[in-house]
């Protein structure tokens, strides 16, 4: 079983944004050390939600502070982004870092988002399935070519040229059914985030699983799991923290997306955040959809999340974990001492 760091850089520290910053993206290099495969940086604008921009930017700082853990844009949102860009960035990263680049990709979610950059929300679903396979075929070739309702480009060489081959390096953020048949249909890895019981997206991932088998002839790679994590010795640190800084980040996580608006019900592709604010709205209310959201992630002692993890695989089959362990104003000397403590406890089961 393969797991990664997943950086989030949310500033609910009230700390100067280079501070918390810099501290985040450091996490980073101690994540190498520690024995994690592989970190994945997301995508975010404007908000103390996350601000990561430039996601290939920071994976570029990393693989010069790094030797041997791969680098994942988890994810490089493509509505907001020409995929000419991404695919000079991915080859040129990917150089820079000696092949230790995987290609992460997602469509986004929040309206606050796609707003400032005149992009609307209902677009996304196409914008994504034709820059997706625009930059799939450029990252092998080193040839950009589109001619399609959202994008046209003329035939570009790309260069530097790539290198070595991105199969099986591609992954695609898959949270809802349509995201789940395009995934399987153009043989990308799936990313997937814990948002509640996984029982309900015991469907989704069958229906993945099938899918890419059938489209692909070969079984479907093991998907990844983002989960937040929280890990200390003592349950009572664990219930103490758990119920400081995971509350403010549930609030900040559906204050961004809006979990609560109906504009999600007007659009199909985004089913997953719909049922987010119906969970929240139904019988037990915000409390419920609070405490389903706690019980998805990865929040214990150690032998709790070992625990957790064997419990989860019954359920959903293999995958690999993307775990972030810095959220909600979380002090530093905190998000440390639990990383170091999953690292040297839990990280040798998942991984044995």
Known sequence: MRVGLHLGYQNMHGDPDVQTFMQETNLAVEAEAMGFDYV??????????????????????LAAKTNTIELMTA??????????????QALQLDILSGGRLILGMGRGAARREFRSFGVELADSREMFDEAALIIMEGIETGIVEADTKWYQIPRTEVRPRPFKSFKDRTVMVSMSPSSVEVAANYGLKTLRFSQGDWRNAIPEINHYKETFQAVNGRPSPPFIISDFVLCFEDQERVSQYCDKYFSKMFATVANHYEFMSDHFKELPSYSTYAYMGEAAAAAGG???????????????????LVEHHRIRQEMVGDYEMLANFSWGGMPYEYVYEQMKLFADKVLPDLKG
């Open 286 to 304: 915000p409390d419920k959809a609070y405490r389903d959201y706690i019980s998805g992630n990865m929040i214990g002692t150690p032998e709790a």
């Open 40 to 61: 994945g940086t997301v995508e975010h604008h404007f908000t103390d939600y996350a601000a990561c921009p430039a996601p290939f930017e920071v994976l570029s700082y």
């Open 75 to 88: 994810a490089v949102i493509l509505p907001w982004n020409n995929p000419l860009r991404v695919v000079e």
